[in-house]
Structures are given as structure tokens and as C-alpha cells.
């Protein structure tokens, strides 16, 4: 009987190099997953820190009126006779400032955030306010748009 010879040829690995288009195509869609997931609670987080800026303004406003109460006996009802606090706008200007209900030892503080701005769609605290009745401070409209 004949010995048979056979030739194997040993197979040669294939090295791959780079990632495939399916990989590509699920790496994708796993970081627009996590971005669409973190996008809303990223927003929220940024519109509570810009509303600093309004709580910041107001407690400036706060301080100016009471300067003024402690001069004149009772609280200012224009911006504008109100020393370092005259400002229509905030600091980061973010928010338009206003007062509102002036009358004697009462008056309401108010930050509005501007139309058009990123806290425009700040749909809880769209108006910060501070209320100021006889030197004692009422925040509003809710201790979280103080984020206390």
C-alpha cells in the first residue's frame, strides 16, 4: 500500500486590524444612549447654578434697601435711588431686576429671568423673589430656587 503523504499547510490566523462597521455602529449608539440619558439632569444641574446669579442679585438688592430703610425709615420703590444696587439686570445678566408692591416698611424683590435666555426654561423658578418686611426676609417662590 502506497503511503499517502498528506501536505497540510497550517492555516494562517487572520489578523483582523480596526473595528468593523457593525462594532463602529453599536460603540455609537451606546454613547448616544448615555449622552440622551445625561443631557436633562445636565441642563436641570446648569439651570440651578445659574440661578446664583438671581439669588446673588437679589441678596445685593436686599442689602441696598435695608442701607436705605435704616436712612429714610422705610424702603425704596425705584431701583434707582438705591446705592450699588441700581442695576436693572443681574451680574451675569441673566435675569431682569424689579421691584414691586413698595409700600413703606414692606416691598417685593424680584429676579425675572430675560426672554430669550438659558433660564427662560427654568420652569420652576423662572421668578426668584425676595420678600422684605421690616428688616425680616421671605425668599420665594420655593427654598429650591435658593437651591437651599
Do not use: K
Not at 443631557?39 to 439651570?47: C, F, K, R
Request: with cysteine; net charge positive; hydrophobic share 35%.
Amino acid at each position: 500500500m502506497p503511503e499517502r503523504h498528506l501536505h497540510c499547510r497550517p492555516r494562517r490566523a487572520s489578523h483582523s486590524r480596526g473595528l468593523s462597521l457593525i462594532e463602529i455602529c453599536v460603540g455609537l449608539a451606546v454613547v448616544g444612549l448615555l449622552v440622551a440619558l445625561a443631557w436633562p439632569s445636565q441642563m436641570a444641574q446648569l439651570q440651578r447654578a445659574r440661578r446664583l446669579d438671581a439669588t446673588a442679585a437679589l441678596t445685593r438688592l436686599q442689602f441696598a434697601q435695608e442701607q436705605y430703610r435704616s436712612r429714610y425709615g422705610s424702603y425704596s420703590a425705584e431701583l434707582a435711588a438705591l446705592t450699588g444696587a441700581s442695576s436693572t439686570r443681574s451680574g451675569e445678566g441673566l435675569y431682569e431686576l424689579s421691584l414691586r408692591d413698595a409700600q413703606g416698611a414692606r416691598v417685593t424683590l424680584t429676579a425675572q429671568a430675560r426672554s430669550g435666555g438659558p433660564q427662560q426654561d427654568d420652569r420652576e423658578c423662572r421668578e426668584i423673589t425676595l420678600q422684605l418686611n421690616q428688616g425680616q426676609a421671605d425668599p420665594g417662590p420655593d427654598s429650591r430656587c435658593w437651591n437651599q
